[in-house]
């Protein structure tokens, strides 16, 4: 008879860690992303101590930034997505022109910030429709995320120079956020 009673404990035990891995999932792997990532505010500052990444010496560039956004969501109905820089995956090489590199830097967080607003917009739009379901947040985020590389890939093929680009930019990029996307 003991038996039995073992093999239940252990199932309930089981079955009860796997209901709390479930429900705190998304906390805990917003809490591991937190340990690593900056999200985005409004004055927000990357400072050379904050690229932890191990430095590709055989890469052309002086550096290498990773941006991304976090959909954070244990539902539809509390989906919520964040711009974020991720240290462990950004380098610098050279620090002594990071202050004219990092405003540049600054230009494509902001980026990703306005395309994370476009796509809680659009989250906002759909959260409560009993008819949708987690798969259409995938399609969103496939919109919004080609719709970000298209501009991204704008910031990047340009003949302006470094100065020009950022002024040209940070126009239409300070107006992108000040709009309701």
């Known amino acids: 008879m003991k038996k039995p009673k073992n093999l239940l ?17 998304v906390q805990i792997r917003g809490y591991l ?9 409004k ?7 904050d690229f932890k990444a191990q430095i590709d010496q055989n890469s052309k560039s002086e550096i290498w930034v990773y941006f991304g956004l976090y959909l954070k969501s244990t539902n539809l ?6 711009a974020y820089f991720d240290k462990n995956k ?6 002594l022109n990071f202050k004219d590199e990092i405003e540049f830097q600054k230009l494509r967080f902001d980026l990703y910030e306005n395309y994370a607003r476009k796509f809680n917009k659009e989250i906002d ?4 429709d009993e008819d949708k379901y987690f798969s259409d947040l995938e399609k969103i985020g496939d919109k919004i995320y080609s719709e970000l590389n298209i501009m991204e890939d704008s910031l990047y093929n340009t003949d302006l120079e470094k100065n020009e680009l950022i002024k040209f930019w940070r126009l239409k990029i300070d107006k992108m956020l000040k709009t309701k996307n």
């Not at 004055?43 to 101590?49: A, G, R, T, W």
């Not at 950004?90 to 620090?95: A, F, I, L, Q």
């Not at 739009?125 to 409560?128: A, E």
């Open 9 to 25: 404990i252990v199932i309930s035990s089981v079955i009860l860690i796997g209901i709390l891995y479930w429900n705190f999932n």
């Open 33 to 41: 992303l937190s340990k690593h990532a900056i999200f985005w505010k």
């Open 43 to 49: 004055n927000v500052e990357l400072k050379p101590s």
């Open 77 to 82: 109905k509390d989906a919520e997505v964040k």
């Open 90 to 95: 950004s380098w610098v090489k050279d620090t």
């Open 125 to 128: 739009k759909i959260k409560f």
